[in-house]
């Protein structure tokens, strides 16, 4: 397998996390999203979505981070990232979905680029933007963990899952743009609790080759 990544993108951290927890080897490529080598001719013939990650397997490219781990999940069920029971699989698919459909798309690259270029707002603007949608976003995560009342160690008790993949690369982000996360102690409290776990620290930013 072929993971197209960046080190600093959360997206591909969520991938990153899912073959370590499986223990599959992969051959990283590394994409360098500030020298917009995503919009390239190179990277759009592998994605023409431009962005990563993307995962060669099986002669085919899979795109869409939860697309990949759902994929992932059912080529190599051992440990199971998403639990049996239908309702389970609601809570932390929904959890998942918190962090990729709801906060990932309002602060991403092109997003923060445009506001800068196209709109014109200063850095501290981006960064308030940046920091609104992070606060609106954590606290909706927060509020779902608390009112299902199933969060353990990790979002779904203590077990692993989809919504773990998600959660802890979005926090890296956060503590990036030095976001107060004080207000979600269960969101942290999980956040704690991956970090133990190899999976989890040796796939985070700082640690891959393609890291500045
Ligand atoms: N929904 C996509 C999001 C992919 C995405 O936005 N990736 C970012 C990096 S985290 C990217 O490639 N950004 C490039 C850009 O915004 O131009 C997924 O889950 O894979």
Same mark, same amino acid.
């Given at each position: 397998?072929? $993971? ?8 591909? #951290? ?25 919009? +390239?001719?190179? #990277?759009?013939? &592998? ?7 993307? *995962? ?25 990232? *998403?639990?049996?029971?239908? *309702?389970?699989?609601? #809570?932390?698919?929904?959890? =998942?979905?918190?962090? =990729? ?9 092109? &997003? *923060?680029?445009? $506001?800068?270029?196209? $709109? ?16 609106? +976003? ?8 608390? =009112? ?11 077990? &692993? ?30 956040? +704690?609790?991956?970090?133990? $776990? ?7 930013? =700082? ?6």
């Amino acid at each position: 397998m072929k $993971l197209y990544t960046y080190f600093r993108s959360s997206a591909s #951290y969520r991938v990153r996390i899912a073959l370590a927890l499986k223990g599959l080897a992969y051959e990283p490529v590394f994409v360098n999203l500030p020298k917009a080598e995503h919009r +390239g001719e190179a #990277y759009r013939a &592998v994605n023409p979505q431009a962005l990563v990650p993307a *995962l060669e397997d099986a002669g085919r490219v899979l795109t869409q981070s939860l697309a990949i781990i759902e994929y992932l999940d059912e080529t190599h069920p051992e440990p199971p990232l *998403l639990p049996r029971a239908p *309702l389970d699989r609601a #809570y932390v698919r929904a959890a =998942a979905q918190i962090v =990729a459909c709801e906060i990932h798309p309002l602060n991403n690259l092109r &997003v *923060l680029q445009h $506001l800068r270029g196209g $709109l014109g707002l200063d850095e501290a603007g981006v960064n308030a933007w940046y920091r609104h949608w992070i606060a609106e +976003g954590l606290a909706s995560l927060e509020r779902h963990l608390v =009112a299902e009342g199933r969060a353990g160690r990790y979002t779904l008790g203590d077990v &692993v899952t989809l919504a773990d993949c998600c959660l802890v690369p979005q926090i890296f982000n956060a503590k990036r743009f030095e976001c107060d996360l004080a207000p979600y102690p269960t969101v942290m409290g999980v956040f +704690g609790e991956c970090m133990k $776990l190899a999976a989890f620290d040796l796939t985070q930013p =700082a640690k891959q080759a393609d890291a500045a």
